[in-house]
């Protein structure tokens, strides 16, 4: 079982660039979510998606866009990047959004703003 | 505001030993209370889940207690092991929406 896989694993950015953070499950979830960890800090929701064609807004999510065209893929993307954007990225899924809901997490990508 | 504290910030055990986690919120209202185990460099595990009725659950050598009047877990790992040594990160959700309410974690060291 691969689970949630993201790509890539580390990544350095010079500021004004941008990228892709990919995301896929293949645990046929319905809800996805990006995350993002500063060091000593807790996770912070980004996006959310509860289904295919259907996103919104977590606590963070300015400098960041979604889209969910696929059950599978929940791609996150930076357009202008800063270095109060360096983090470590976290992508998961769960079946449903249910209060008992457990929630699967990706390996993260480490991400670094130059 | 909604607020997850962890003591002790960080802890280092002998393999063997036991050690408990705390956690201390003021997340309202109250839906359920997990925790998670996070291995350098990988995503977060989930451990337990409690939700407001229930006081106790164990996965393994994991026994998570909640005391939902005082706003209190903690989590009991028995018997460490080196392989225990990783962040662990309690996480309170409210009813309203998506947002998880993380705590910044307990780093736990288990030496030889």
């Known amino acids: 079982n691969a689970g949630v896989t993201q790509t890539p694993k580390f990544r350095i950015l010079k500021i004004g660039q941008s990228m892709t953070l990919q995301c896929t499950q293949d645990?046929?979830?319905?809800?996805m979510y990006w995350y993002r960890q500063d060091p000593g800090m807790g996770l912070k929701l980004i996006y959310y998606s509860v289904g295919a064609g259907i996103t919104d807004k977590g606590e963070v999510p300015n400098g960041y866009n979604v889209s969910r065209s696929t059950t599978e893929d929940f791609p996150l993307r930076l357009e202008l990047a800063a270095p109060s954007q360096t983090s470590v990225y976290f992508c998961a899924s769960s079946y449903s959004g249910g209060t008992n809901e457990k929630l699967f997490f990706g390996s993260g990508t480490q991400l670094s703003v130059l | 505001k909604n607020q997850v504290e962890q003591s002790p910030q960080s802890l280092i055990i002998l393999e063997g030993k036991n050690c408990t986690l705390q956690?201390?919120?003021?997340?309202?209202?109250?839906?359920?209370l997990r925790w998670y185990k996070q291995d350098t460099g990988r995503g977060p595990v989930s451990l337990t889940i409690m939700t407001f009725s229930e006081n106790t659950k164990s996965n393994g050598r994991y026994t998570a207690t909640l005391d939902a009047d005082t706003k209190q877990s903690s989590l009991h790992i028995t018997a460490s092991q080196l392989s225990d040594s990783a962040s662990y990160i309690c996480v309170v959700s409210a009813d309203s929406g998506y947002a998880l309410n993380f705590g910044k974690g307990t780093s736990l060291l288990v030496t030889p």
């Open positions: 956690c201390n919120y003021t997340v309202s209202p109250f839906s359920n």
């Open positions: 645990m046929n979830h319905n809800y």
